[in-house]
C-alpha cells in the first residue's frame, strides 16, 4: 500500500497537466477554428507563428 | 475531408510575397491583440469556402494585395479576418479574392463583435473540464472505496476526493450558485436551488461523516452532479450561440452604408451619420437607407419588401422614399427628411420589440417541469429528514438521508433533458436550412395548427418571369429580348431569359439606351422601337404585371410576367396539410396575382391588397379562436404580423426588420423545409416529454430507496449515470 504515496499524487499532478494545458489552449484560441485547422494539417504552408 | 482536385498549393519559396509575409506577420504579431473591430480589421464572409487548398488560395491572395498586413481564415465560420493598412477597402479585397475564384460579402464588424469572442462559453467550457477532472478522479477512489477500502484507507480516500472535490465545486458550480442566490433574493424557486442545495448538503455531510470515519461520502455524486448539468448547460449555451452567431452575419451582411453628395463628388459614409437635409445617391440596385424625397433623377422602385406588391412604381422629382425601398433602373439623389432611429423601418423594429415583449411570456416545459419539480424535492427531502429523526432521534442519520433524497432525485435528467433535444434538433434542422434563433420557437413551433403565408418574397421569390413566351410573336419576342439587353431591370432580364427559353435568338439594335424610370429605347431599321411602361408606349395600363413593346407606326403589344414560384412551394404547403394544418395566404399584392397563386398551390383561404395593419388584425383575430399560428413572411408590411403570431419564419432575403421579428430564419432558396421544421419540432417535443418520463421513472424507482435509507453512493452514482446517459441517448434518436 506504500506506493499508493507516490502513485496518487503522480496520477493527480498528471491529469493536472492536462488540465492546465487545456486552460492554456482554451484561452489562445486554439478552440475557434476547429475545422480549419484539421484542413490547415493538410497545407503545405506553414504556420509556425499564430498570424493574429 | 481532402479535395484532391484543387491544384497544389505552390511551395513557399515560389511566390514573390512570401518574402514580405513572415515579415507582416511578425509586425501583426507583435502589435496590439486587441480584437478585429479595435484594430480596423476587415471581415469578409467566404460562403463557399470548404477545403484546405481553398484556405491557402484565399490567405496568399489577400496577402499579396497591398496594403493588407495578415489574413487568418476561419473554416467553421467561413470568414476572413484581414488586417490592413487604413484606407483599404472591403471592395477591393472582394475582387482579390474573386480573381482567386471565391466569392466574399463584407461583413459589419460592428454587428458581429457580440459573438467575436464567447466569452461566457469559453468560461462554460472551463467550468465542464475542471468539473470532469475532478469527477475521473474522485470516481477511481470511490470505486476502491466501493470494492471494499476500510478503515485508515478509506479516510484518506475520502479525505483525498474532499481534497479535489470541495475546490473543484466551489469553482465549477459557481453558475448555479449565482442563479440559485439570485432566484431566492427574490423570493423565487428555481431549477438550480434544489441543485445548489442537494450539491452543498452533498458535500456537507460527507465533510462531516468523512471527519467522523463515517463509511458513506457522497464527493463523487456532488462533482458528477455539477459535470452532467453543466455538460446540458454547455449544450445549450453552445446551441443559442450558433444560433445567434449565424443570425448576426445576416444582419452583418448588409453594411450600413450610404454615398453622400457633397460639393465635389460623393463620399462612402455611415448610414448612422446623415442627417436630414443632406443629399445621398443612391444607385441602381441599391437599397434606400433613409426615408428621403427624390431631388433629382427618375427610377422605378421595387416597393415589394414594404408592401408585397410586386408592380414596380414610377419614381420622380418630388416623391418621398421609404428606407427599405429598392431602386431598380436609374441613379437617383434623395433628400434625407429622416434617417435612424426616426426612419420609418427602424419605427416598425420599434414595435416589434413592443410585440416581442409579450411573447416573451411563454413557459418552457422545461420552466413548467421545474416549477412542479423544485418544491416537490424539498419538501420530500425536508419529509425524509424530519421522519427519519422522529424515528430514530438520530440527526446525523436524518441529515444524511435528506441529503440522498436531493442527490437521487438530482435533476440531472431534467437539466439534459431539454438541451440535448434541442442541440439535436436544432442541428439536424440547420443542416436542413433553417436557423432557430429562440429558445422556445421548437416548442411552440409544435403547438401551431394554421400557418399563415405571405405572398411575395416568400412563397414566391419576388423575380418576375415571362408568362408563356411561347405563345408570343416571335419577331417581336426578338426585337424585344434586343431592347432587353439595354438594361438590368428585373422585367428586362424576365425578357431576355423568356426568350432563350423558346430559342429566340435576340434581334440586333441600334442606339440602344436606357430611360431610367420608362424603359428602353433604340432604332430598329430605321424605326424607333420601346420596350417599357405602358404609358411611355402609348397604351393603356394592365392590371397585371406588364411591359409594352411599341414600333413606330404599330400598335404596341403587351408582355405579361408573373412572380416566380419560390421552390419547393407547393412541397411546402403539401407537406403541412399532410401534417394537419390550415394554409392561408394573406398578401399586400393585387387580387388576380394573388388567387392565380393561390390556385396554383391549392390555397383556398387567400385575401388580397392587405395592409399591414390587416395582416396583423388577421393573426390577432387567429389567436383570438384559440388558433396558434405559424406566420411566415418577408416584408416590412409582415414584420408586426411577424411578432404578433404564435411562431415566425422569414427567409434569409427577408428585410432585416422581419428576420428580427421571426423565431426561425429559412437560409436557403427552398421553402419546403417549413414542413419539415414543424414535424421535427413535433418529435422534439415528444422527445422532450419522453425524457422527462424516463426522469420520472428513474425517480419513482431511486426515491423511496432513498427514503429507505438504502441509497448507498454507489446506487445514486448508478442512477444519477444511467438517468443521464439515457436522457442524451434518447435525445440523439433525433438527429
Known sequence: MQILTILIPVSLLLGGVGLAAFFWMVRHNQFDDPEGDSQRILSKEFDDQPKQ | MTDSTFPEAPAASACPACVAAPMARRIAASGARADGAERGALMLSLPDIRCAACITIVEKALERHPGVRSARVNLTLKRAIVDTDPGITAEALIDTVASVGYTAHELDPAALSATATDRQGRELLMRLAVAGFAAMNVMLLSVA??????????????????????????????????????????????????????????LGTSLYETAHSGENAYFDAAISLTFFLLA???????????????????????????????????????????????????????RMPVDGVIALGTSELDRSLLTGETLPVFAGPGQAVSAGEVNLTGPLRVTVTAAGRDSSLHRMADLVAIAESTRNRYTSLADRAAGLYAPGVHILSFLAGVGWYAYTGDARLAINIAAAVLIITCPCALGLAVPAVTTAASGRLFRRGLLIKDGTALERLAEVDTVVFDKTGTLTLGTPVMLSPETADPALLALAAGLAAGSSHPLSRAVADGAAVVGVVPETVEDLREVPGYGTEAVWRGRRVRLGRAAWVGAEAAEQ??????????APTAFLFEDRLRPGAEAAVAGLREAGLTVAMISGDS???????????????????????????RIAALSAEGRRVLMVGDGLNDTAALASAHVSISPATALDAARVASDIVLLGEDIAPVAEAVRTARRAVRRIR????????????????????????????????ASSITVSLNALRLR
Open chain 2, 232 to 286: 446540458g448547460r454547455y449544450l445549450d449555451h453552445r446551441t443559442r450561440a450558433i444560433a445567434r452567431s449565424a443570425a448576426e452575419e445576416l444582419a452583418a451582411l448588409e453594411v450600413p452604408r450610404a454615398e453622400r453628395v457633397t460639393l465635389d463628388g460623393t463620399e462612402t459614409v455611415d448610414v448612422a451619420t446623415l442627417v436630414a437635409g443632406e443629399t445621398i445617391l443612391v444607385r441602381p440596385g441599391g
Open chain 2, 145 to 202: 472505496v466501493w470494492s471494499g477500502a476500510e478503515h485508515a484507507t478509506r479516510d484518506m480516500f475520502h479525505w483525498i476526493s474532499a481534497l479535489i472535490a470541495v475546490p473543484a465545486i466551489a469553482f465549477a458550480g459557481q453558475p448555479f450558485f449565482r442563479s440559485a442566490w439570485a432566484a431566492l433574493r427574490h423570493g423565487r424557486l428555481n431549477m438550480d436551488v434544489p441543485i445548489t442545495l442537494a450539491i452543498l448538503l452533498a
Open chain 2, 545 to 554: 404585371t406588364s411591359a409594352w413593346l411599341g414600333v413606330e407606326g404599330q
Open chain 2, 591 to 617: 387580387g388576380p396575382a394573388v388567387r392565380r397563386f393561390a390556385e396554383r398551390l391549392g390555397i383556398s383561404d387567400w385575401t388580397a391588397e392587405a395592409l399591414p395593419e390587416d395582416k396583423a388584425a
Open chain 2, 690 to 721: 419522453e425524457n422527462f418520463r424516463i426522469a420520472t421513472v428513474y425517480n419513482v424507482v431511486a426515491v423511496p430507496l432513498a427514503i429507505a435509507g438504502f441509497a448507498t453512493p454507489l446506487v445514486a452514482a448508478l442512477a444519477m449515470s
